[in-house]
């Protein structure tokens, strides 16, 4: 089990109705989809089966290393991994919905607990680029708190 240390909490924004290749805001949007079905309610029961002990498959666009190469090297080359990405375990202590919003508008996640400027110009960035992305058209979207153990992967919940 995680320890308390070992806690991250995270706020994050998904849109419904687009996939991307790298399953986050800078990716190139690959699929879309009907959203006209879900609501707010849909929402908070969906993501309470997501708290807990789950199994998590990491993302190809993940510094996870397989054969001695970081996965996102593979994806950015168009390579095949040389074997299939396996579920780990992961600890979700705690996912709240904080917002839920059908019309276009996404409102800049907190950053809590960043390590370096660095990170937080790039979370800046990519929260920018969704925000251009979701305004050109009226995606619903939603917010959530996520409480996680290490090794975790957000964009992948």
């Given at each position: ?46 993501i309470s089966k997501f708290t807990g002990d789950i199994m998590q498959v ?39 919905l904080l917002n839920f919003m059908t019309n276009g508008t996404v409102q ?50």
């Open positions: 089990m995680t320890g308390v240390k070992d806690c991250k909490t995270y706020e994050a924004i998904g849109i419904l109705g687009l996939a991307t290749d790298t399953y986050d805001s800078e990716g190139k949007i690959i699929a879309t989809g009907p959203t006209k079905h879900i609501t707010k309610e849909y929402i908070s029961q969906i990491p993302p190809l666009y993940s510094a996870l290393r397989m054969e001695g190469r970081r996965l996102y090297e593979y994806a950015r080359e168009g390579l095949s991994l040389p074997k299939d990405l396996q579920p780990r375990s992961v600890r979700i202590n705690s996912l709240s800049v996640p907190k950053i809590e607990n960043y390590t370096t400027n660095m990170n937080y110009c790039k979370n800046i960035k990519q929260a920018k680029n969704l925000q251009e992305a979701v305004s050109a058209a009226s995606y619903p979207t939603f917010k959530i708190r996520v409480e996680c153990g290490r090794g975790t992967y957000i964009r992948s919940l």
